[in-house]
């Protein structure tokens, strides 16, 4: 965001410092450089990820990369889509294996716009970033890396982090200053390190898996399908991959056998050879190998995020697990955007440089679950292979009268939390609680769906101005702001409710004018996200049809200034079949009074209010970003 500071010449300045560009550093560094800020960017390797590594994006993540633009670039690649996962086990008689069952990869009780893991090499996943941070005029210097740091605010209040860096064969070395340095550098992080903090191993049992990806030619009917496979001579996960590809995950060692040693490997020939008897009477014969390698799975998770809030770490560098749940580049990319709208929202002068202090509860937590999933998600696929009527129930959304068993329980939790939609951040300053300092009678009415800290509910509505049916939660893209949706009910109802909300938002004491833009006398008439502020973008949808609504009539100046955030809530959905509006039923909002949902610059609510006539509605929104905002907010502004 700034240039080098004057007096300061000795030194390039930077806002961030990232070190690696896997999935973690690349989605901090994409989010940050699109919002203006200056950034130095290296990775130890002289490119970016040829083969292998990562390759499952789960159904939250795509609504992310769509959210941000980047989803069709991947999908260009015409990566595979796993919608269902097969289970193959012995037979009760005889040798080899049969399919005991299938379930769905996201089964129909989450409500997922994509109900998909989509499969594609880490590398080109990678390169989608990578040309994205070219666009916005950052460049990942490579092969650099880090050799040094140190944060002092006394030597530095505003550049506080000392880094050292140098080409990877030592003939060239920088020093640079920094506001932050972020340590995305995976599981062996120098800068984890350097901080003195410790890797806790949550399971004592460890293994060795080999993992090959290749072309194969086979009559095993399951092949491009996400498969687990049991059987006497031992256990096999299928991942259908791009280009005809599959990848095999093959375990080699656990540390239960009576000969364990983590460093045990396996050849190539030899990991072939034993998937030709795990997949008898199948044949399987590889045309070629693009990718092999042997590693040690621990079950691994950070001690600490940061220490100061100045330096951070995410992705691999703070948690290690099994691939088989297909969540570590997931977590990686919600890691980083957890704390790059935090990062950008202290750096622009909206919050509190408290709410860094978030960024590694709310992660940790997730990583945690993530880690107590990967456990139990081996317990189910090793213990014992399911019956048939259980991967059934699993499959389906069982009705309220069966009380689900143990398994079927673990299936449907891992399910939510694997796609993404199960993550759930605890009540903070950001999350509204019956604790928070938000204590407005109008916060969190009764009925509400709608839950603080989880992702915000997926909803059709018709755009007014242009009558295209669109993704509610799509429609404000990734651009650092709070997303502000007033369900207006029927107009005919909330008329004068919609007017006084626009009234106080106005106040320059309000949250919403205490931070309107510099610039807002020449904003662009085609600005369709932040005419007034770059702190939020309103959207207004009235439990209407679309021939109904007028908005110079319906929407009250300010409000209508979001011309193209104007929608009408008249699209049937399946979820409430018998819902007159849709959008507000699935919220559990009152489809004639409406409600007001404010949803954090990541996606996840932060806090729900009645519309209520009056000055209260606005009154309950500045007790909430009052809570984290460096102004005050709303203090002498009259309840009417």
Same mark, same amino acid.
Request: with cysteine; aromatic share 10%; glycine share 8%.
């Given at each position: 965001?700034?240039?080098?500071?004057?007096?300061?010449?000795?030194?390039?300045?930077?806002?961030?410092?990232?070190?690696?560009?896997?999935?973690?550093?690349?989605?901090?560094?994409?989010?940050?450089?699109?919002?203006?800020?200056?950034?130095?960017?290296?990775?130890?390797?002289?490119?970016?990820?040829?083969?292998?590594?990562?390759?499952?994006?789960?159904?939250?993540?795509?609504? *992310?990369?769509?959210?941000?633009?980047?989803?069709?670039?991947?999908?260009?690649?015409?990566?595979?889509?796993?919608?269902?996962?097969?289970?193959?086990?012995?037979?009760?008689?005889? %040798?080899?294996?049969?399919?005991?069952?299938?379930?769905?990869?996201?089964?129909?009780?989450?409500?997922?716009?994509?109900?998909?893991?989509?499969?594609?090499?880490?590398?080109?996943?990678?390169?989608?970033?990578?040309? &994205?941070?070219?666009?916005?005029?950052?460049?990942?210097?490579?092969?650099?890396?880090?050799?040094?740091?140190?944060? /002092?605010?006394?030597? /530095?209040?505003?550049?506080?982090?000392?880094?050292? =860096?140098?080409?990877?064969?030592?003939?060239?070395?920088?020093?640079?200053?920094?506001?932050?340095?972020?340590?995305?550098?995976?599981?062996? @992080?120098?800068?984890?390190?350097?901080?003195?903090?410790?890797?806790?191993?949550? &399971?004592?049992?460890?293994?060795?898996?080999?993992?090959?990806?290749?072309?194969?030619?086979?009559?095993?009917?399951?092949?491009?399908?996400?498969?687990?496979?049991?059987?006497?001579?031992?256990?096999?996960?299928?991942?259908?991959? #791009?280009?005809?590809?599959?990848? *095999?995950?093959?375990?080699?060692?656990?540390?239960?056998?009576? &000969?364990?040693?983590?460093?045990?490997?396996?050849?190539?020939?030899?990991?072939?050879?034993?998937?030709?008897?795990?997949?008898?009477?199948?044949?399987?014969?590889?045309? %070629?190998? #693009?990718? !092999?390698?042997?590693?040690?799975?621990?079950?691994?998770?950070?001690?600490?995020?940061?220490? /100061?809030?100045?330096?951070?770490?995410?992705?691999?560098?703070?948690?290690?697990?099994?691939?088989?749940?297909?969540?570590?580049?997931?977590?990686?990319?919600?890691?980083?955007?957890?704390?790059?709208?935090?990062?950008?929202?202290?750096?622009?002068?909206?919050?509190?440089?408290?709410?860094?202090?978030? !960024?590694?509860? #709310?992660?940790?937590?997730?990583?945690?679950?993530? =880690? @107590?999933?990967?456990?139990?998600? +081996?317990?189910?696929?090793?213990?014992?292979?399911?019956?048939?009527?259980?991967?059934?129930?699993?499959?389906?959304?069982?009705?309220?009268?069966?009380?689900?068993? #143990?398994?079927?329980?673990?299936?449907?939790?891992?399910?939510?939390?694997?796609?993404?939609?199960?993550?759930?951040?605890?009540?903070?300053?950001?999350?509204?609680?019956?604790?928070?300092?938000?204590?407005?009678?109008?916060?969190?009415?009764?009925?509400?769906?709608?839950?603080?800290?989880?992702?915000?509910? $997926? +909803?059709?509505?018709?755009?007014?101005?242009?009558?295209?049916?669109?993704?509610?939660?799509?429609?404000?893209?990734?651009?650092?702001?709070?997303?502000?949706?007033?369900?207006?009910?029927?107009?005919?109802?909330?008329?004068? +409710?919609?007017? &006084?909300?626009?009234? !106080? *938002?106005?106040?320059?004491?309000?949250?919403?004018?205490?931070?309107?833009?510099?610039?807002?006398?020449?904003?662009?008439?085609?600005?369709?996200? $932040?005419?007034?502020?770059?702190?939020?973008?309103?959207?207004?949808?009235?439990?209407?049809?679309?021939?109904?609504?007028?908005?110079?009539?319906?929407?009250?100046?300010?409000?209508?200034?979001?011309?193209?955030?104007?929608?009408?809530? /008249?699209?049937?959905?399946?979820?409430?079949?018998?819902?007159?509006?849709?959008?507000?039923?699935?919220?559990?909002?009152?489809?004639?009074?409406?409600?007001?949902?404010?949803?954090?610059?990541?996606?996840?609510?932060?806090?729900?209010?009645?519309?209520?006539?009056?000055?209260?509605?606005? +009154?309950?929104?500045?007790? !909430?970003?009052?809570?984290?905002?460096?102004?005050?907010?709303?203090?002498?502004?009259?309840?009417?």
């Amino acid at each position: 965001m700034e240039d080098r500071p004057a007096g300061k010449a000795a030194l390039q300045h930077y806002d961030i410092v990232i070190v690696g560009a896997g999935p973690v550093g690349l989605m901090l560094s994409t989010c940050l450089a699109r919002w203006g800020y200056r950034i130095r960017h290296v990775d130890n390797r002289a490119e970016p990820t040829p083969t292998g590594r990562a390759d499952g994006i789960q159904p939250r993540s795509l609504d *992310l990369l769509r959210n941000m633009g980047l989803k069709s670039a991947i999908m260009a690649h015409k990566p595979a889509r796993v919608f269902e996962v097969a289970f193959w086990d012995p037979p009760k008689n005889g %040798r080899g294996i049969v399919r005991t069952g299938t379930w769905a990869s996201c089964p129909s009780f989450i409500d997922a716009r994509y109900p998909f893991t989509t499969l594609l090499h880490q590398g080109r996943i990678e390169r989608v970033f990578i040309s &994205d941070l070219e666009k916005n005029g950052v460049h990942v210097q490579r092969p650099w890396t880090i050799k040094g740091f140190k944060s /002092d605010d006394k030597a /530095d209040a505003e550049y506080p982090v000392e880094v050292s =860096l140098e080409h990877v064969d030592g003939t060239q070395q920088d020093m640079v200053r920094a506001k932050y340095l972020f340590g995305g550098e995976g599981a062996r @992080s120098f800068i984890r390190d350097q901080l003195g903090i410790n890797i806790t191993h949550k &399971d004592p049992i460890s293994h060795v898996w080999g993992v090959m990806d290749g072309v194969v030619k086979t009559d095993f009917p399951d092949i491009k399908m996400k498969c687990t496979i049991h059987s006497e001579h031992g256990s096999i996960m299928v991942i259908p991959r #791009e280009e005809n590809m599959v990848r *095999l995950y093959i375990q080699i060692a656990s540390s239960t056998d009576p &000969d364990w040693n983590p460093r045990k490997t396996a050849t190539e020939g030899e990991v072939q050879a034993s998937a030709k008897k795990i997949f008898y009477p199948y044949l399987i014969e590889w045309e %070629r190998v #693009e990718w !092999y390698s042997v590693y040690p799975i621990g079950q691994g998770i950070s001690a600490k995020y940061t220490i /100061d809030h100045r330096v951070f770490l995410g992705g691999d560098a703070c948690h290690t697990h099994s691939p088989k749940a297909g969540q570590g580049m997931n977590t990686a990319f919600l890691d980083a955007l957890n704390l790059a709208w935090k990062i950008h929202a202290v750096e622009a002068g909206f919050a509190d440089r408290a709410i860094l202090t978030t !960024y590694e509860p #709310e992660r940790k937590e997730v990583a945690e679950t993530l =880690l @107590s999933f990967d456990n139990k998600y +081996a317990k189910l696929f090793s213990q014992r292979p399911p019956a048939a009527t259980e991967v059934r129930a699993a499959s389906e959304q069982t009705s309220a009268q069966g009380e689900d068993n #143990e398994f079927v329980k673990t299936f449907k939790e891992a399910c939510e939390f694997t796609s993404g939609y199960g993550v759930a951040y605890k009540p903070n300053a950001l999350n509204w609680s019956p604790d928070h300092p938000a204590q407005s009678p109008l916060i969190h009415p009764g009925g509400t769906k709608l839950r603080t800290g989880r992702i915000m509910i $997926n +909803a059709d509505v018709t755009r007014v101005v242009d009558a295209n049916v669109v993704h509610l939660e799509q429609e404000v893209p990734l651009n650092g702001s709070f997303r502000i949706y007033v369900f207006a009910g029927k107009p005919s109802v909330t008329s004068q +409710a919609l007017k &006084d909300l626009a009234f !106080y *938002l106005g106040d320059k004491r309000s949250f919403y004018g205490s931070y309107l833009r510099r610039d807002i006398g020449s904003v662009s008439h085609h600005e369709t996200h $932040n005419p007034h502020s770059l702190f939020f973008t309103v959207c207004t949808v009235f439990a209407a049809p679309r021939s109904q609504i007028e908005i110079s009539r319906d929407v009250p100046d300010l409000l209508a200034r979001y011309r193209d955030h104007v929608y009408a809530d /008249d699209r049937w959905d399946r979820r409430v079949p018998d819902a007159a509006a849709a959008a507000h039923a699935k919220m559990g909002l009152d489809q004639e009074r409406g409600g007001v949902v404010v949803v954090r610059p990541d996606g996840y609510v932060g806090v729900v209010t009645s519309l209520a006539e009056g000055s209260g509605t606005v +009154a309950a929104l500045n007790e !909430y970003f009052g809570a984290f905002c460096t102004k005050k907010i709303g203090e002498t502004m009259a309840q009417l």
